[in-house]
């Protein structure tokens, strides 16, 4: 039989650790499963966005779904339209773990490969939050609450699925520019006409909206993530 430290009961699960928390719910860390799991709970959105809070997390829910657990993305352990609960990927944020391996990158591009092999674009990549290095070095990605599933390799697939490659692009020439390669460099140079357009006019009103009035940031989610 085990014992346990004086004055501490059995296996004690450890607590839940709120990741992030802002107008759309919450995010946390707690202990289910064989491990621990990461819960979007939009239960304390705010009042009149809950709707749209739930509907972003049906996105991800089918997204994750629809990988099936593909390396590297979280698998769906549940979705009651409210909470969605998804395996726990340890790892840190690439913002506070600044990959400069060219194996990182490698493995990230083979990583958004299959993701668009199976038909899904991330969408929200330009988030160094959604990037994850694993203690291995490896790349892990976060967050599908505005990622597509595409039935077919439409144009607006095609269109898509560069988008998430050049914001990797823009990652790597961040952190391993001398790693570019000739046609990396002329995919950077290169934006698809509809991010020329967001970056001329809506990034700007995005950025008022997210930041003064919503209160985001684009770094968030990259607090302490271990549990003790
Ligand atoms: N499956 C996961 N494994 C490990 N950490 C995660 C996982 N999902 C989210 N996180 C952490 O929680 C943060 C917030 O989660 P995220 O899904 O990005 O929510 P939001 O859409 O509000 O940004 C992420 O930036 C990441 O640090
Ligand atoms: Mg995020």
């Not at 107008?23 to 491990?35: M, N």
Request: contains cysteine; glycine residues 8%; aromatic residues 6%.
């Amino acid at each position: 039989m085990s014992t346990s430290a004086p004055g501490r009961p059995l296996e004690t699960p450890p607590p839940e650790r709120l990741l992030k928390a802002d107008l759309f719910g919450s995010v946390s860390l707690r202990p289910g499963g064989a491990g621990c799991l990461v819960r979007r709970d939009t239960t304390c959105a705010r009042a009149g966005l809950g709707w749209l809070a739930r509907l972003l997390a049906r996105r991800e829910a089918r997204a994750l779904e629809s990988l099936g657990g593909l390396a590297g993305t979280p698998r769906l352990i549940g979705f009651d339209g409210r909470r969605l609960d998804r395996s726990f990927i340890d790892g840190l944020p690439m913002q506070q773990a600044r990959p400069a391996e060219p194996a990182y990158f490698r493995e990230a591009l083979r990583l958004l490969r299959r993701l668009h092999l199976a038909g899904v674009t991330h969408n929200d990549l330009a988030k160094e939050t959604n990037w994850l290095v694993t203690p291995e070095g490896r790349p892990a990605l976060v967050d599908f609450q505005l990622a597509a599933i595409h039935r077919r390799r439409s144009r607006l697939f095609r269109l898509l699925a560069r988008e998430d490659l050049r914001h990797l692009l823009k990652h790597k020439r961040t952190y391993l520019p001398s790693g570019l390669s000739a046609r990396q460099r002329r995919i950077l140079s290169t934006p698809a006409p509809h991010a020329r357009l967001w970056k001329a006019t809506g990034k700007r009103l995005y950025l008022v909206i997210t930041r003064r009035l919503l209160g985001w940031a684009d770094r968030e989610g990259a607090g302490d993530r271990r549990f003790p």
